[in-house]
Each structure stands twice: as structure tokens, then as C-alpha cells.
């Protein structure tokens, strides 16, 4: 995959996760929905399944990450902004990275 390619994810990425949010927060019950969801085991299934994915992606951040206080606040918005969060941050590290894989996937650790 090229840079431009997944650059071009990430943009659908953070489109997409723009338009449900603002269809989530304004057509939907939070509180309501989410007790909804909770209740059914597949409700169950896909948190943990998701909250996985956050996590591991988080861990990923704050690999790269060479502030602390960086890595926290991207880590804290990934949970609650999910994948919103997570294509903004991999379209900034793609444009940081100047077309550099190893600068992508490592950050400031590719230079030492």
C-alpha cells in the first residue's frame, strides 16, 4: 500500500466516523441505547471486541508517542472517540512521516 492510499483510508475513516457520531449524538439515546446494547451478549461481544481494538491501537500510540502527555491525551480520545480519533491521529503521523514507513509505524523511535 502507498502513502497516498492510506492517507485516502484514513480521510473515509474520519469522515465516516463524523457522520455517525453526529447521527449517534443527535438521532440517539446514549444512556438508553447503550443499556440496550449491554444487555444483549453480542452487544457484549462487540464492546470487547471493540474496546480490544482500542486498546491495542492506543498501545500503538503510545509506542510512537515521544510525549507522555501526548500519548495520554490521543490514548483518552481514542476511548472516547473510538476510530475517530484513531484515523485522525494515523493521517497526522502519515503526514509527519514524509512517505517514511519506518517514521510511520516507530515515530521518534525510527531515528534511534
Given amino acids: ?8 483510508i484514513s480521510i473515509l475513516g474520519i469522515l465516516a466516523m463524523t457522520a455517525v457520531l453526529i447521527y449517534g449524538f443527535t438521532a440517539g439515546d446514549f444512556g ?3 443499556a ?4 444483549n451478549p453480542w452487544g457484549i461481544v462487540s464492546m470487547v471486541d471493540l474496546y480490544t481494538g482500542f486498546i491495542l491501537f492506543s ?3 503510545v509506542y510512537r508517542e515521544k510525549s507522555i502527555v501526548s500519548a495520554i491525551v490521543w ?3 481514542m476511548m472516547v472517540l473510538g476510530f475517530f480519533a484513531g484515523s485522525l491521529y494515523a493521517f497526522l503521523a502519515l503526514n509527519a512521516s514524509k512517505g517514511d514507513w519506518k517514521k510511520f509505524w516507530m515515530g521518534h ?3 534511534g
Avoid at 500500500?1 to 485516502?8: H, R, S, V
Avoid at 440496550?36 to 444487555?39: E, H, S, T, V
Fill in 75 to 77: 490514548v483518552i480520545l
Fill in 109 to 111: 523511535r525510527a531515528d
Fill in 36 to 39: 440496550a446494547l449491554l444487555q
Fill in 32 to 34: 438508553k441505547d447503550g
Fill in 1 to 8: 500500500m502507498n502513502m497516498n492510499t492510506a492517507k485516502g
Fill in 59 to 61: 498501545a500503538w500510540i
